[in-house]
């Protein structure tokens, strides 16, 4: 019997409105839940049974909020129309975008850390620009990038095994 092929779906989650003293912790069952409730009232009953068997929720880091879904190559779509139309989970407002769709792992691992990159990028800029004391840019940056790589490494693990 021929092996199951399958996609895998990178997807980062941005909160609409979060205070300061709220951190957006989401579980990575929520996630799933949510995605498959989207898919049912999107699709139906035939939707939801087409990705029930084999969509699951590979890894979710919740520092850089960006994760990955797997799900099969024959039922792909029916996720990929339902995930940007999710704006709640967990009576959190949220935004999900698709950021990568890839036939394999180490291609979704590569977007990954080319994101991950810009985003480091983009973190420097703005408190470049804040912030025109060198010790305070210097200080927040690497401890930026040290929990942005650190992160990486754990997401990348994690999938590995």
Known sequence: ??????????????PFIIDS???LTIA???????VREMVKNL?????????QLNFYLKKYDQITRTGVLVVKRESYKFVLTAIPLIRTIRNCNVS???LKLSGTLRGCLRS??????????????SIAE????????FNHSITSKEQI???FKKLADGIKE
């Not at 804040?130 to 840019?137: H, P, Q």
């Open 1 to 14: 019997m021929p092996p199951v092929k399958r996609r895998y779906i990178l997807f980062k989650i941005e």
């Open 28 to 34: 990575e069952g929520e996630i799933v839940t949510s």
């Open 96 to 98: 999900i975008s698709v």
């Open 130 to 137: 804040n912030n025109k004391s060198k010790n305070v840019y």
């Open 43 to 51: 699709h139906g009953d035939f939707g939801l049974a087409s990705i």
């Open 112 to 125: 990954l850390q080319g994101y991950h990159g810009k985003m480091i990028h983009e973190y420097k800029k």
């Open 21 to 23: 003293k709220d951190k």
């Open 149 to 151: 790589n650190e992160s």
